[in-house]
């Protein structure tokens, strides 16, 4: 039922007495169709662990008795041909069959001429016999061809393209490039192991728009790795209705009179430098030339970096530690606020900690020592309380007893002025 023995009666050879007989020939791949997934032990065909992700399947061609899907039994089961790759079919899918050391496989799904990675009809496809029930209803068009209800078919996703990028391919053959090892799923997720010229690259998008075949950071989720050129020159394909580009932004740095964008930051620590290029610029060199828009023509250099882009990423750690370091500078942005808890210790520390912007301030204060303001305000109340003037009954105090009870008040607050909490390095 999956590798065969077929003759055809075209192709013959004569035996005993001048007897023609049909030539046989073997088919180690049998086309066929999908009728059952295992997908859990929730699956009507399930049985037993070592079924997960097998199907049974109707071979197309066949040396035994034609089997519909509902009476199909055990001798269909088919085991994915590879051990640790699986695409795993869906009802109706075509597959291939073969049959190796009496064991039955598939391979598939397969491709068609439909060429999408969503949904490809079975080419092969024969319509079973359906005995009509008044009691039962009438049968859908995916009933009829096997399909399951459960499959969403609403959208289909366009399979992925590669571009050329004249800034980053090698050569200079006009519209063409080299190809990407590439594993679409079936609703806008993939895989990309690719290059341009002979430097690498790896993409991981999910949830891409339908009608998008490139990745982009319009995709709800992107992490991107590449050795060479900038963001902007490998995702430069998202366009806003009135067809204008949307370029890579940080989404601080976007959001409207943010008075301290990132980019202004980065800009102020280095000497003015500008953001567009060492932000979004990095890993692309400026060619001098512009192109007939009047834009920078940049080629790229080699820099290895990491994007990763999203509508929300979480990190965390379940028994150690997190460590962020750079060899440079570290950047943290926010549109709106930045939250730093710690149930035990917050530790900032620095050669020297500026709270503002040191480059744009008129001038910048220093921070007070509290332990150190706390002994100075109490040797002045101190003085004030041994203040005494000379009358002619002896020195006296110019100081009236209201005075001196809020003068107590005042010490009291000096000697609770102090945080228990909060300390900064002294001098």
Known sequence: MGSIFLTDSDKTVKGFAGK????????????????????????????????????????????????????AGEEYRYYPLLRTMNDVPTKGDPVLLCTIGKIKYYLGPLNTNANSPTWNDDPSFRRELVLTNKNIGQVSPRGIRGESPNFNKELSYSRLTKKRESGLDYGDAVNETTGDTIIEGRHGNSFRIGSRSNNPYVFISNKRFPDNNLESIGDGSLISITSNGSLRQHFKNLFDEDGNPITFQLSSDSVENNTYPIGDIQSDLNNGADPDETIYQYGSVDTGEVDDNGQKIFEGENANQILFHSDRITLNTKLDDIYMSSIKDIHIGAG????????????????????????????????????????????????????????????????????????????????????????????
């Open 20 to 71: 023609e007989y049909p030539v046989p020939f073997y088919l180690q791949f049998v086309a066929g169709y999908c009728a059952e997934v295992v997908h859990s032990e929730e699956s009507l065909r399930y049985n037993g662990p070592e079924s997960i992700n097998s199907i049974i399947a109707i071979p197309h061609a066949t040396d035994k008795v034609y089997k519909t899907r509902a009476s």
């Open 336 to 427: 709106r606020h930045i939250s730093i808890g710690s149930f035990d210790t917050l530790n900032l520390l620095s050669s020297n900690v500026n709270i503002g912007n040191r480059e744009r301030a008129v001038s910048m204060e220093q921070m007070v020592l509290g332990n150190s303001l706390q002994s100075i305000l109490e040797q002045i109340l101190d003085l004030f309380s041994n203040l005494t003037v000379p009358t002619q009954f002896g020195p006296k105090t110019p100081i009236n007893p209201d005075i001196t009870a809020k003068a107590n008040d005042v010490r009291r607050g000096i000697e609770n002025m102090l945080s228990i909490y909060h300390n900064i390095e002294g001098n």
